[in-house]
């Protein structure tokens, strides 16, 4: 049986007023092929709770048996196999730990910032960005 399954957590992409984003991948880095990036965000706003969960079943869902949530399917071997995920469970730790219901501590709703980034007023936005750049 395959148990083809890297988690690479300690990605952290930055802080922010003490709270991290983090960045965690999960693939087959065995397989030495070229794998194209499939880059997953979610919980930008406070009240995005679903989106959290879609993130932790995608998970759980790739790492199969590894934690006995799912059965490991081919289907997610294979995935794993010929595909990088990166994921960021949580782009704005600051605002929903703190309630901004749309909004990052520095006042901007972050789904608006990303044609237009500033490193300072919105460092979830530009360290994301960069990682995204960064893969492939």
């Keep these: 049986k395959r148990r083809n399954i890297a988690i690479t957590p300690g990605g952290t992409i930055f802080f922010i007023v003490g709270n991290s ?3 965690i991948t999960i693939s087959n880095f065995k397989q030495k092929q070229k794998k194209r990036t499939v880059f997953i965000t979610s919980r930008v706003h406070t009240g995005e709770t679903p989106s959290s969960f879609v993130c932790e079943g995608m998970m759980k869902y790739l790492l199969g048996k ?71």
């Excluded at 081919?74 to 605002?95: C, I, Q, S």
């Excluded at 901007?108 to 500033?118: F, G, Q, S």
């Design 21 to 23: 984003v983090d960045l």
């Design 66 to 136: 590894l934690f006995n949530h799912t059965r490991n399917s081919e289907e997610a071997l294979v995935l794993r196999d010929n595909f990088v995920f990166k994921f960021v469970p949580m782009l704005n730790p600051d605002g929903v730990i703190n309630g901004a219901y749309r909004c990052s501590l520095s006042g901007c709703d972050l789904n608006r910032v990303w044609h237009k980034v500033d490193k300072l007023s919105h460092p979830e936005i530009y360290g994301t960005r960069k990682a995204v750049f960064e893969t492939n």
